[in-house]
């Protein structure tokens, strides 16, 4: 038996469907016996797991792992469950443990990493163990050299094509547990419909796990897999949690067509290079066809910082507000995502950004603003060699991971990046604080009128004074009133 585990993925455990290990199971489906273990929906993660691998005499346990929340049960979790069952070989994927294998192996109580796109390996490694042979010529895998202890890395496997993998098994999951009301529909799930971005951002961790590929589901299937969703489970929008779902123009456009008679809702991540060249024709039908929201990486308001963030193709600040005037005439909302503080003169980055957002707001005021800290990945480029410079360091263990400094740095908000002192950090908070409540977001569909008026009444002053320091009423306002910002903010 193996045991599929999702760790909370957020500190409120609202479900989210487990995209990941659903995409294994269909892999495993017919040939091994699993176990689907969300640890959103269970109270005791450890008494969870423990008691199915009791129940089940499972061998196999595989968790999926992102830093942040899920990291943080998944150490103490895995240590616990490996000291009462040590027959049990536990094996870690997911973007963390991709990025870090060898802090993962060092820590004695994970046996296996899988790394990147992990499917298939993950099968290979199952049916390896199943017949007691070698899987350390496995691509992918990451592991300790018996004997030596020393911890080994194969060359990443290739990307499995979505394609040519089977469909998902909701029957595994109880699906109507994650559907929820959002600002595309009163009854949301999510899919996975590509993998990769064609792109090298230098702060993205999606670079050391694809180098440049993108590979994705046909529109028509894509599109079957939406009706299916509508059909079998009454959704009325759809979350497309691709790293990059609008890479084809072709495909969007197809995908758009067949989808526009269902009445859905739907929401996806995009270049805004890639958008800017986008037809009007596809426009239309997009619009048409229920595209109520669009994630974009605006990341900065310096063109010399993009540069820097080897952004690629023909980003630049100008095609950020060209791209927000356009959405603007199609009543599609853009959700830009701008990454404050970068290396080497953060205030000076973070002093442009803000100025360049207000200009935003100016061309279109419904775009939603997302701030994020710079927070380095281990990979090569200009801005981690500045933030190696000024001795930036990653923990050495799974333990170092889980403290509250190294939780607050993978959410995004640490208070102890060496490049980044305190006035700068305060100045970035309180303008969050400011912009979120003179321009509540659309995404809190909680939010009734009256409060939206009551927010931005209390905010206007900072907001045209660009007073923004110590905002104590706003922090006020925000308990009594209780209003959402942004659901992917780094703050």
């Known amino acids: 038996m193996i045991i599929l585990y999702n760790p909370p993925s957020n500190a409120q455990r609202k479900p989210v469907l487990p995209m990941s290990l659903l995409a294994l199971g269909a892999l495993l489906e017919g040939e091994q016996a699993y176990r689907i273990v969300d640890g959103n929906l269970v109270g005791d993660t450890v008494a969870e797991v423990d008691r199915v691998v009791r129940e089940t005499g499972a061998d196999i346990l595989a968790v999926t792992v992102m830093p942040g929340p899920q990291l943080g049960?998944?150490?103490?979790l895995c240590y616990v469950v490996k000291a009462r069952h040590p027959h049990l070989t536990i094996v870690w994927g997911g973007y963390f443990p991709t990025q870090h294998f060898d802090v993962?192996?060092?820590s004695g109580y994970v046996d296996y990493v899988v790394c990147g796109h992990g499917e298939a390996i993950f099968k290979s490694l199952v049916d390896v163990l199943r017949r007691g042979d070698d899987p350390t010529g496995l691509p992918g895998l990451?592991?300790?050299?018996?004997?030596?202890?020393?911890?080994?890395?194969?060359?990443?496997?290739?990307?499995?094509?979505?394609?040519?993998?089977p469909d998902w098994p909701y029957h595994r999951v109880d699906a109507a547990r994650y559907v929820r009301r959002t600002f595309m529909g009163e009854r949301t799930l999510p899919h996975h419909s590509s993998y990769g971005c064609p792109f090298f951002c230098?702060?993205?961790?999606?670079?050391?796990?694809?180098?440049?590929?993108?590979?994705?589901?046909?529109?028509?299937?894509?599109?079957?897999?939406?009706?299916?969703?509508?059909?079998?489970?009454?959704?009325?929008?759809?979350?497309?949690?691709?790293?990059?779902?609008?890479?084809?123009e072709a495909r969007t456009a197809e995908f758009a067509e067949r989808v526009r008679r269902l009445g859905i809702g739907?929401?996806?991540?995009a270049r805004i290079d890639t958008l800017m060249h986008y037809s009007h024709r596809t426009w239309d039908l997009m619009r048409d066809a229920g595209l109520r929201m669009v994630f974009l990486g605006a990341e900065s308001g310096s063109d010399d910082t993009l540069k820097r963030m080897n952004k690629g193709g023909k980003a630049s600040t100008e095609k950020t507000l060209e791209l927000a005037a356009r959405m603007k005439q199609y009543g599609?909302?853009?959700?830009?995502?701008?990454?404050?503080?970068?290396?080497?003169?953060?205030d000076e980055d973070v002093r442009?950004?803000?100025?360049?957002?207000r200009k935003v707001k100016r061309v279109n005021p419904d775009v939603e603003i997302i701030l994020y800290m710079y927070t380095p990945v281990p990979l090569a480029g200009e801005l981690y060699e500045a933030a190696k410079a000024e001795g930036f360091l990653f923990p050495e263990t799974l333990e170092q991971w889980i403290s509250l400094e190294w939780q607050e740095f993978s959410q995004r908000r640490s208070t102890k990046v060496p490049w980044l002192d305190d006035p700068v950090?305060?100045?970035?908070?309180?303008?969050?604080?400011?912009?979120?409540?003179?321009?509540?977001?659309?995404?809190?569909?909680h939010l009734s009128r009256l409060r939206r008026g009551t927010l931005r009444a209390l905010s206007a002053w900072r907001y045209h004074l660009r007073l923004y320091g110590y905002p104590l009423e706003l922090r006020a306002a925000h308990k009594l009133l209780a209003y959402q910002r942004p659901e992917t903010s780094g703050f």
């Open 332 to 346: 599609i909302v853009p959700e830009m995502s701008f990454v404050l503080g970068n290396p080497p003169d953060p």
């Open 202 to 248: 230098n702060f993205c961790a999606v670079v050391n796990m694809v180098n440049g590929r993108w590979l994705a589901q046909s529109a028509e299937r894509t599109a079957a897999t939406v009706q299916r969703l509508v059909h079998e489970f009454g959704v009325d929008a759809v979350e497309f949690y691709d790293n990059n779902f609008f890479t084809a």
């Open 425 to 445: 950090r305060r100045k970035i908070r309180d303008f969050q604080w400011v912009i979120n409540a003179y321009y509540p977001t659309i995404t809190d569909v």
């Open 104 to 106: 993962c192996l060092r």
């Open 142 to 165: 990451a592991f300790r050299r018996p004997g030596s202890g020393q911890v080994i890395s194969n060359p990443m496997p290739p990307i499995p094509h979505p394609n040519r993998l």
């Open 73 to 76: 049960d998944a150490v103490p």
């Open 266 to 269: 739907w929401w996806g991540e």
């Open 352 to 357: 442009q950004t803000i100025e360049f957002i």
